[in-house]
Nanobody
Framework: VQLQASGGGLVQAGGSLRLSCAASITMSSFVMGWYRQAPGKQREMVATISSGGTITDGYSAKGRFTISRHNAKNTVYLQMDSLKPEDTAVYYC????????????WGQGTLVTVSS
């Protein structure tokens, strides 16, 4: 199983980035999510979206980030607007199937750097 995250890079504060995560699985039954880990900090949830489209935003995402999914393309997105230097982190994609059989997959991460 592969979760290929892309779209990271260097952006100035106030700018936008769109992350994509292409899954090699049929993700329609998975909860898809974006997480991030800044240097010296624990990994935190940015946002998740259920198979039915229910979104849960982490504290950092509220009002600035939008998660979406395209099941036919097996891809999940994270639109990030009004970026701040404190958003600098490696962003990871996660696919979790909470019902039997339970699966939990992580992608390799994509680095987002926001300059002030």
């Amino acid at each position: 199983v592969q979760l290929q995250a892309s779209g990271g890079g260097l952006v100035q504060a106030g700018g936008s980035l769109r992350l994509s995560c292409a899954a090699s699985i049929t993700m329609s039954s998975f909860v898809m999510g974006w997480y991030r880990q800044a240097p010296g900090k624990q990994r935190e949830m940015v946002a998740t979206i259920s198979s039915g489209g229910t979104i849960t935003d982490g504290y950092s995402a509220k009002g600035r980030f939008t998660i979406s999914r395209h099941n036919a393309k097996n891809t999940v997105y994270l639109q990030m607007d009004s970026l701040k230097p404190e958003d600098t982190a490696v962003y990871y994609c996660r696919a979790r199937r909470p019902v039997t059989p339970v699966y939990d997959f992580w992608g390799q991460g994509t680095l987002v750097t926001v300059s002030s």
